[in-house]
């Protein structure tokens, strides 16, 4: 016999759900514990005996939900907290990096984290240099510099000098 979907489920049914949900919380805890201790997708996967894109899937919906209890006051707190902690690793292996790979490889994870969390990573704003070289008067270089940064030259004449209009 089949049950609508509008009938509540027997207590078996609920019970076994319940189990089911619990079940699946103790392992986003267990792969958001492993992952936040720098375990890799993979090892996370092969403790928790799923894929690697479920191991994924249950720490985004740990993080996810702690995300939504926290405050954007609270938020602050956190990312100064985490940025302090990374200060912290920096301070204690900054001397190192010169001369241990291990020391220096740390150094590049602090700073590429750090600028991942303060949102540095995706700045768009490039910054160019440019080399100009112009030959002539006084006036033709000051004319080319102008076209460069996009202001339009003054006019020169055939003697060098600026024209003046009319």
Known sequence: MTRRASEEPTPQEANATALLIEEQDMMARRAYDLRTRGTSWWDIAEDLHIS???????????????????SDHTKSQLLAMEVARLDAIQEAHWDNALLDPRSAELMLKVIAQRAKLLGLESATETITQQTVVVAGTSEEYVAALRLVVGQTPAPVGTNGHKELPG
Not at 53 to 61: E, I, R, S
């Open 52 to 70: 690697e894109a479920n191991a994924k899937a249950l720490v985004a919906t740990r993080i996810s939900a702690a995300a939504a209890l926290v």
